[in-house]
């Protein structure tokens, strides 16, 4: 069984993805705080995983994690998420993607400017799915400095 299949498209399922994506990102990133604020995961025959530290907190952090695509004279980055980590509660959650914070683009029938769960929904599946697909071709970020201070893991508790 997939590790999203038994989500279902309500709040409970939500809140249910953002652990799934939690776990996820431990198995990619075990030390947030020990990477450099940008740094380039690359595995033979897959597409290099970019990854940047947007801000770090006591219980949160926000990154952003993408691949980038060479385009006639541009590099595009897709999928352009950018993920808080919430580390007292172990969930993750997409926050942004390629920019857009109301998913709109997910969801055609949101008449309001907040997303909808079911746009969220949508959007964080997509997360564990890619982020499956990036562990399961080898990406991992390891820690730059090993001793870092105030390194947290992922799989700290609080």
């Not at 939500?14 to 075990?30: C, D, F, G, V």
């Not at 004279?73 to 950018?82: H, K, M, N, S």
């Not at 997409?94 to 959007?123: C, D, I, M, T, Y």
Request: contains cysteine; glycine residues 6%.
């Amino acid at each position: 069984m997939h590790a999203h299949q038994h989500h279902a498209c309500n709040f409970n399922g939500l809140m249910s993805l953002y652990e799934t994506n939690y776990m996820l990102l431990r198995s990619l990133i075990p030390c947030v705080v020990g990477v450099d604020n940008q740094t380039v995961s690359s595995v033979n025959g897959g597409q290099d995983l970019f990854l940047q530290v947007i801000e770090h907190n006591k219980y949160t952090s926000c990154i952003s994690l993408t691949h980038r695509f060479r385009e006639k004279d541009a590099a595009v980055a897709l999928p352009g998420l950018t993920i808080r980590i919430y580390f007292d509660a172990c969930q993750a959650e997409v926050v942004s993607w390629q920019g857009r914070e109301n998913f709109a683009g997910l969801n055609a029938h949101s008449f309001s400017r907040l997303p909808s769960v079911k746009a969220k929904w949508q959007v964080n599946l997509f997360l564990g799915k890619w982020l499956q697909y990036c562990l399961k071709i080898g990406h991992r970020f390891e820690r730059s400095n090993p001793r870092a201070i105030g390194c947290r893991a992922l799989t700290e508790t609080y």
